[in-house]
T-cell receptor, first 114, second 116 residues
Framework: DAGVIQSPRHEVTEMGQEVTLRCKPI?????LFWYRQTMMRGLELLIY????????DSGMPEDRFSAKMPNASFSTLKIQPSEPRDSAVYFC????????????FGQGTRLTVV | AQSVTQLGSHVSVSEGALVLLRCNYS??????LFWYVQYPNQGLQLLLK??????LVKGINGFEAEFKKSETSFHLTKPSAHMSDAAEYFC??????????????FGQGTRLTINP
């Protein structure tokens, strides 16, 4: 398996624009997680899905953020409108929904909002 | 809910010296514990994990960690540091969240610097 695949790797956009980040989890995994990493706040869990259903979105910072998982092999994280403070590295991770298994991370998308 | 505390956001050691990164957890049930490493501009990758059985767990790149229930700790060690070990290290505990879905709860991370 190629692992968790995220696209794009880098995104530079202007304030106010819509940004869509994409993730393909590892085949067979039934849990998917979106994280945000910044110097100030570290690694934050934004939202996670189990069997394509959003379980907990309490980490989503504002209504400008939304995430979907239309099927088991694809998820998106959308920011609309984007703001400079959204600049961060966004990671997607997937795992089996069992307590003794690890999550596998993608390479991340580095988002810069100017 | 489970939680993780990593003591020391930055640790600096000399090449060849012992590496010790500290992690304490809180858990109401027997914990499943993980250490991840993040190299610059990369995602997190698993170093090692403790689920059940032997409390001393060996991982990749010569790292190991010992689960100590009495101390609620899972410290990461390596006998001799290499320059290539410079990275950020995250301790995590498995938590059962809403609707029973599992998620990892991460500590704040420890940045390890290796001095030549």
């Amino acid at each position: 398996d190629a692992g968790v695949i995220q696209s794009p790797r880098h995104e530079v956009t202007e304030m106010g624009q819509e940004v869509t980040l994409r993730c393909k989890p590892i085949s067979g995994h039934n849990s998917l997680f979106w994280y945000r990493q910044t110097m100030m706040r570290g690694l934050e869990l934004l939202i996670y899905f189990n069997n394509n259903v959003p379980i907990d979105d309490s980490g989503m910072p504002e209504d400008r953020f939304s995430a979907k998982m239309p099927n088991a092999s694809f998820s998106t994280l959308k920011i609309q409108p984007s703001e400079p403070r959204d600049s961060a590295v966004y990671f997607c991770a997937s795992s089996f929904n069992t307590p003794n298994t690890e999550a596998f991370f993608g390479q991340g998308t580095r988002l810069t909002v100017v | 809910a489970q939680s993780v505390t990593q003591l020391g956001s930055h640790v600096s050691v000399s090449e060849g010296a012992l590496v010790l990164l500290r992690c304490n957890y809180s858990s109401s049930v027997p914990p499943y514990l993980f250490w991840y490493v993040q190299y610059p501009n990369q995602g997190l990758q698993l170093l090692l994990k403790y689920t059940t059985g032997a409390t001393l767990v060996k991982g990749i790149n010569g790292f190991e960690a010992e689960f100590k229930k009495s101390e609620t700790s899972f410290h990461l060690t390596k006998p001799s540091a290499h320059m290539s070990d410079a990275a950020e290290y995250f301790c995590a505990v498995s938590d059962r969240g809403i609707q029973g879905a599992q998620k990892l709860v991460f500590g704040q991370g420890t940045r390890l610097t290796i001095n030549p």
